[in-house]
C-alpha cells in the first residue's frame, strides 16, 4: 500500500560522507524509508529559472498526501553562475517536505550524460527526471503518483505542452480515457517519439545490464535522444506496460528562446528507438515503420527564420551549421511547400549573411517586428 503522508516538517542535516572524485553531494532532510518516486532535476547555467522550479516544488511536495514517498535529486552541471546558491537558498523549504540530495558535478559531463547520471543514482522505484526551464501542472503530481501506483507500468508518458502554444500543439488524446495502457512495442513506436520531451517519461528505476548500459552508452553518443532509447530497451528487456496520460503534466514557458541545439537532431530519434530494440529484435523494420518521420526540413526553415528576425536565439555556430546546411538543401527543402515556407527560406537566405556582417541588423529587425 503507497503510505499517505503527515508528516511534520524534518530538520536539515548536512552529510558528511566522503563524495566520489568527480562530484559532491550533499543531503538535506532526513532520507525517506522507502522512496516511490525520485524527482530529479539536472541544471546548468539557468539559476533563476531553477529557483522557479524549487519554489513550484515546495509547493507541490507541501501539498502532496505522497510527500513521505518522494525523493529530490538536483545535479548541477558544473555551472558557473549562483546555481549553488539558489540550491542552498531553497533547500531549508523543500527538507521540510522531503529528503533532497544535491549533487555538483566537478566538470561539465553534458546534457544528455547529466539525465542519465540522474537516471542511476535515483532510489526510487520511479524516476521523473524535470530540466530546469519546464513548468510543472502542479494538481498533476499527486494523481501521477497515483497513476504509476495502480498500473506499475515500465515507462509513464504523460502530455507535454510547447511552444508555439495553440489548439494544434501535440498532445496525447485518448476520447474518453484519461490512461491507457499499451503493452505492444510496435503499437507503442509512434507515442514514445510523438513527445520528445524528458519532462513527459516517468521510467521504472532498473539496475542496467553491462549490455543494457552499452547501449545507453550509444545513445549519449550518437543521439540527442537518450531518454528515448532508455524508455525502448526497458519496454524490451522488462515489462511491455506503457502507461500514457492524457493530462498535460508540464510545459515550456513562453520565453523559452534561447537555443543551443540543431532541430537536425530530429532524425536520430529513430536512431535512438532502434538502439532500444536491439540486435536480435525480429523485423525491426516493421516497428520503426510506426514512427513518424521528422519534418527536419520544415523545424529547420521555422527555427532559422525565428532566430534571423530575432524572435529567438541560436547558438552561433549552430546557426551558422544549420544556415550552410539549409543553403545547400534548398531545392530539396522547399519541394512540395507552401508559399509561407517558401517566403520564410528566402528571408533567410538573404538576411542570415547580413545579420553575420552587420550584427547590429538583427535587432533591429527584432524591433520592427515588434512595432
Known sequence: MLARTSASPTTIMNDAT?????????????????????????????????????????????????????????????????????????????????????????ANIGGEP??????????????????????LHEDQFDRLIEDLHAVRPEVCLSSF????????????????????????????????????????????????????????????????????ALSVLLLMQYERRLLIRTPVLAHVDEDYLDLNFSPRVLVTIVEAYRLGLGDDFPEPQQVLARIPVPDVGYELVACLFRHTIGMNTMDAQVAREDYRYLRSHARQIVGGRGWRHV?????????????????????????????
Not at 524527482?39 to 522550479?53: D, E, G, M, S, W
Not at 485518448?174 to 524528458?198: C, M, N, S, W, Y
Not at 520564410?344 to 538583427?362: M, Q
Open 18 to 106: 566522503a563524495p566520489a572524485p568527480d562530484y559532491s553531494l550533499q543531503h538535506y532532510g532526513a532520507a525517506a524509508p522507502a522512496v516511490f518516486l525520485s524527482v530529479c532535476i539536472p541544471t546548468y547555467k539557468r539559476a533563476p529559472k531553477l529557483a522557479r522550479l524549487l519554489e513550484q516544488l515546495q509547493r507541490i511536495f507541501g501539498a502532496s498526501a505522497f510527500r513521505s514517498v518522494v525523493e529530490l535529486d538536483i545535479s548541477n552541471n558544473a555551472s558557473p553562475d549562483e546555481t549553488d546558491a539558489v540550491i542552498r537558498r531553497a533547500a531549508d523549504g523543500l527538507a521540510a517536505h522531503c529528503h533532497v540530495r544535491a549533487f555538483t558535478q566537478h
Open 114 to 135: 547529466n539525465f542519465k547520471f540522474l537516471y542511476t543514482q535515483a532510489r526510487g522505484e520511479y524516476v521523473w527526471i524535470c530540466p530546469d526551464d519546464d513548468i
Open 161 to 228: 505542452r510547447m511552444p508555439p502554444y495553440g489548439d494544434d500543439n501535440p498532445v496525447f488524446d485518448f476520447p474518453g480515457q484519461e490512461r491507457v495502457l499499451v503493452t505492444d512495442i510496435g503499437e507503442a513506436a509512434p507515442h514514445l517519439t510523438r513527445l520528445p520531451k524528458l519532462t513527459a517519461y516517468v521510467y521504472r528505476r532498473r539496475a542496467l545490464t553491462p549490455e543494457q548500459e552499452a547501449v545507453s552508452l550509444r545513445a549519449n553518443q550518437t543521439t540527442n535522444y537518450w531518454f528515448v
Open 343 to 371: 517566403l520564410k527560406l528566402a528571408a533567410i537566405l538573404v538576411l542570415f549573411p547580413l545579420i553575420e556582417r552587420y550584427g547590429s541588423l538583427r535587432p533591429r529587425l527584432a524591433s520592427l517586428r515588434s512595432v
